[in-house]
Structure formats: C-alpha cells, structure tokens
C-alpha cells in the first residue's frame, strides 16, 4: 500500500510502484527490510531510462560501503540482506546477473549495495 499527496504524484509513481509490488507478491509471505526496498528502488532507477540528472544528489558510486571496516557478524547480516535483495529483484529481473552488469561498478555486488543503504 502506499499513500500519495494527489493524483498526479500517484501516476507519477505508479511504474515503480508496479515493479514494487510484483516484487513484494513474489516474496510474500516473507517482507523484506527497507533497506534492501531502497537497494532495488536503486538497482530499478539505475537500469531504467534516467529522465533528469541532479548535480545536487550524490551518485552511488560517491557512497562507500565500508566493508572492509566491518565486523564479521556485521557481514554475515548484510549478507543476508544481500540474498533478500537478489530474491526480491529477481522477479523483475530474470538475469538478474546479467543486468546488474548494466549498473555501476561499485554497485554490481548486492553486498556493496546493500552495504552503502544499510
């Protein structure tokens, strides 16, 4: 379910909001973190056609992960997440690996990424 200030915000969102709910349905009865829905709303936008670019964002790849610096029961959490993530998009994307080829470098690994939103 999600809540929109009007109608035209509503349309606006309604092709990311379709790949959403086709990907929560194929998971159910399970419900993935907001973490791993933020990391495919950004394997989404990245794959798909950008309308507009911002300087005023931060890219992706400008966000660390900071693995290298993390516990090892941190990891294995994150790991988890990771596995979540690449179940959840799988719907959407049947090669899945194939696809993520298509992302930027730092954000290949479902690990990295979950890393950066986590």
Same mark, same amino acid.
């Given at each position: 379910m999600a809540r929109y200030c009007n109608t035209t915000c509503q349309k606006q969102a309604w092709f990311g909001h379709k790949r959403e709910c086709k990907c929560l349905r194929s998971l159910l009865p399970r419900h993935p973190?907001? *973490?791993v829905r933020l990391?495919?709303?950004l394997i989404f936008a990245l794959l798909s056609p950008t309308k507009s670019i911002s300087n005023e964002?931060?890219?992706l790849e400008e966000h660390e *992960?900071?693995?290298? *610096?993390m516990s090892e029961q941190k990891k294995q959490g994150l790991s988890q997440l990771a596995s979540i993530l690449e179940l959840y998009?799988?719907?959407?994307y049947s090669n899945l690996t194939q696809e993520m080829t298509a992302l930027p470098p730092s954000c290949q690994d479902p690990l990295s990424l979950i890393a950066k939103v986590g």
């Open positions: 973190t907001d *973490s990391a495919a709303r964002l931060y890219t *992960s900071h693995l290298n *610096s998009v799988q719907q959407e």
